[in-house]
């Protein structure tokens, strides 16, 4: 490849992440005027940054131990370009939580001015996630292709960045419901206090939560995503197109990082306007000059525009699940209206409601997925779907911008609550958080569209890679693999939810001691152990996080070993297809209930403190590790399966 083409492909990456400093540079510039609400931010700040140390810190034996055996068994490139995978995930995720944890209080001190500086504060702070998972993903890959030269060498890349998503979206989910279960269940109906109450042992771990859960967690998650579509693209359009093919993912991301930086300045809101509909008009314009300019470059660089028809179909069908993902899940439309008034009849039929719709939800996302796919290999063979997937990823810098304001903007509302701030500033964080929650649902509804074409792509790779041209049904091996394969996320979920389970009962003793225990904490003259509750948090998701995260990294190699690479190709296409119904069912479930909950606390059939109200917290509890544990981890793992195959299939 021409080093020109890496030069502009490496000064997009650098363009980000200059708007990154930029962006950081505003955020910090913002004075809060409010000591407790410097102090409450900082205390979150500190714990969700302690988090991240910790399991970094845990997480550096196994990048050790799985480089030496990829520099003994595979060869020094790709052990080189794993330890770099994993160095730029850790990178971008410790940049974008250090600075958002930083904009939550200056978002709530911001909401006193009204609803656009506090908006302007909130998604700067998410554009800094946005940008620097972009920017540092498609800097690293620009760099260890400058090294090797070939695709299939720096596929580690991919594999030390998908192992670090998938232990961050384990470990941190596992933090995050464990407080919010702890939270609601001791605080909302047992002890009947507010939401982000400062009474609550649980509310900062909660804060903390929401932190390393939906800005490390799905900046990893998306990180991974984002690099390993580019590089399966590269991988198969060497084959295809020789070098052209290796570089029009690399110039798509390009335009992606361009489009999404243009976006961003249409992220406005005048006072008194709608929060979502600024937001949703930037990631349209993203979205709009992507395709326009996707067009162009197909053109300028095939003297065709077939493969332009690839790119579009991945970028509309994300742009599609995401809209059908926010019917199923925003309290705007019917599903989860359902719910709430499924709530008057009580626990039972919440939680049924909250089912159904949950595994009805799958049905068009899947449909969707399925006319990329058709499309993608009609423009462009195998070589398509890896285009398509780059080109639904290739607005990650505007989509995961507006993914991370959320839990910026409920951050904010908890911190204005924690401080007492004026009843009218935190009407102001409560309307943002509103919207960060259906952006956090679009968000989901990316990730998961995005790692099924992404796994499909890595899949072909891996075929191509092996020599496997056709997956035989018939073949007694084949069917052993598929069949594993689509255990496998029941499994991995089973394992996590669990996990969630077992820290959440330890939060719930915790919670309930210290209201029995600590004098003055239910008047508000005493202070409750917060860090107690941070620790429980940290200690059970760093433990729990381990078991599920090798199971994803150990069973495509045994079964490549023992039973050969077509079997491990059964097994990827059997895992491909139940994850992602899987974690779209448990995704929008949870989405849905916990809409439900806050539908009913706008006074809605009968509204806080009713019957129905109790059972909408005992199903949004339920649904918390569907949304933000299993469903979001089941992304990473089919893809980290199809990467290590892809990574180790000299082997098999």
Known sequence: MDTQILMIVGGAGLLALVYA????????AFEVANEKVVELSTIIQKGAMTFLAREYKALVPFVVVVALLLGWKINMASSVSFIFGALCSGLAGYVGMKVATGANGKTAFAASEGVNPALRIAFMGGTVMGMSVVGIGLLGIVISYFMYRDPSLITGFGFGASSIALFARVGGGIYTKAADVGADLVGKVEAGIPEDDPRNPAVIADNVGDNVGDIAGMGADLFESYVNSIIAAMAIGLVAFGDLGVA???????LGIVSAVIGTFFVRVKEGGDPQLALRVGTMVTGAFMIVGSFFLTKSLFDDGTL???????????????IVTEIYTSAGYSPVKQIAQSSETGTATNILAGLGVGMKSTAVPVLLICGAILVGVKFGGLYGIACAAVGMLSITGMSLSVDAYGPISDNAGGIAEMSHMPPEVRKITDKLDAVGNTTAAIGKGLAIGSAALTALALFAAYATAVGVDVIDLNNPKVMVGLFVGGMLPFLFSAMTIQA???AASKMIDEVRRQFREVPGIMEGTGRPEYERCVDISTAASLKEMVVPGLLAVITPVLVGLFLGAEALGGLLGGSIVTGVMM???????GGAWDNAKKFIEEGHHGGKGSEPHAAAVVGDTVGDPFKDTAGPSLNILIKLMSVVALVLAPLF
């Open 583 to 589: 974690a779209i069912f448990m995704s929008n479930a």
């Open 21 to 28: 400093v930029i962006a950081t540079g505003r955020v910090r």
């Open 308 to 322: 332009f028809f690839a790119v579009a179909s991945g970028v509309a069908v994300g742009v599609l699940i995401g």
């Open 248 to 254: 029009y993912p690399l110039l798509l991301a390009t």
């Open 500 to 502: 969630v389970g077992r």
